[in-house]
């Protein structure tokens, strides 16, 4: 799903379900527009990156999640953004990922993720209901069949491979952005992606070569399971 003709594509890696990928989403446009970027929504199944690489969801886990909400809260109001939780979470997010992913132009796919989120993290009723998901669909000039199509075997197939292509070029969360082959995970990173797409190179590969070649003097037990 390849759209973006800029000198420098973003390829913005989310999954609805993610908080931090609703703020990421709010400020990643106005960042691209200062690079002369443009901005590559990527669909992918958070919970599949999760399996993938055998961690649990932040939701999973109770502190995490207690201390992910104040963050979230945190976060929203040092952007200025207003966020209010969605009906029920962690939920289901499939119908929206496979929807946005429908070829369509770009400019009503940044509008369809737009309402989306809205209705997630805005205050909102939600996107698990396909009644609701198919009235945004409508609102933003999707066909009265969108919906009809993103339930298809080949709108499944399309995030499952975005999803595995995420996979593959290092992809272990959401939201991750990636530039020119660097990645950039999680709304703090936006400055340093701020600052990538300027020219800076803040990484000394030297070191990042020399640390990656270090032996591991210790292992977690179960740590392969």
């Given at each position: 799903m390849s759209e973006a003709d800029g000198d420098q594509v973003i390829r913005f890696h989310f999954d609805y379900i993610s908080p931090y990928a609703y703020l990421a989403w709010t400020q990643i446009h106005a960042l691209a527009e200062r690079h002369r970027a443009q901005v590559e929504p990527v669909p992918v199944l958070f919970a599949a990156l999760l399996d993938r690489h055998g961690q649990k969801g932040p939701a999973e886990i109770p502190?995490?999640?207690a201390y992910l909400i104040k963050d979230v809260s945190r976060t929203a109001r040092r952007l200025g953004v207003v966020i209010a939780p969605p009906p029920a979470h962690p939920f289901n997010p499939?119908?929206?990922l496979r929807l946005s992913s429908l070829p369509m132009p770009a400019a009503t796919r940044r509008e369809l993720v737009n309402a989306l989120y809205q209705a997630t993290w805005g205050g909102g009723e939600g996107i698990t209901d396909r009644a609701k998901v198919a009235a945004i669909a409508?609102?933003?000039g999707l066909g009265a069949d969108a919906v009809a199509l993103a339930e298809q075997p080949?709108?499944?197939e399309r995030v499952r491979r975005q999803t595995d292509d995420a996979i593959a070029a290092g992809t272990f969360g959401v939201p991750t952005m990636i530039v020119g082959g660097e990645l950039f995970w999680g709304v703090d990173s936006l400055p340093s992606l701020d600052?990538?797409?300027a020219g800076e190179r803040d990484v000394d590969p030297e070191l990042v070569a020399r640390w990656a070649s270090?032996?591991?003097?210790a292992k977690r037990p179960g740590a392969d399971r």
């Amino acid at each position: 799903m390849s759209e973006a003709d800029g000198d420098q594509v973003i390829r913005f890696h989310f999954d609805y379900i993610s908080p931090y990928a609703y703020l990421a989403w709010t400020q990643i446009h106005a960042l691209a527009e200062r690079h002369r970027a443009q901005v590559e929504p990527v669909p992918v199944l958070f919970a599949a990156l999760l399996d993938r690489h055998g961690q649990k969801g932040p939701a999973e886990i109770p502190s995490k999640r207690a201390y992910l909400i104040k963050d979230v809260s945190r976060t929203a109001r040092r952007l200025g953004v207003v966020i209010a939780p969605p009906p029920a979470h962690p939920f289901n997010p499939l119908l929206g990922l496979r929807l946005s992913s429908l070829p369509m132009p770009a400019a009503t796919r940044r509008e369809l993720v737009n309402a989306l989120y809205q209705a997630t993290w805005g205050g909102g009723e939600g996107i698990t209901d396909r009644a609701k998901v198919a009235a945004i669909a409508a609102r933003v000039g999707l066909g009265a069949d969108a919906v009809a199509l993103a339930e298809q075997p080949e709108a499944k197939e399309r995030v499952r491979r975005q999803t595995d292509d995420a996979i593959a070029a290092g992809t272990f969360g959401v939201p991750t952005m990636i530039v020119g082959g660097e990645l950039f995970w999680g709304v703090d990173s936006l400055p340093s992606l701020d600052r990538f797409l300027a020219g800076e190179r803040d990484v000394d590969p030297e070191l990042v070569a020399r640390w990656a070649s270090l032996p591991a003097s210790a292992k977690r037990p179960g740590a392969d399971r």
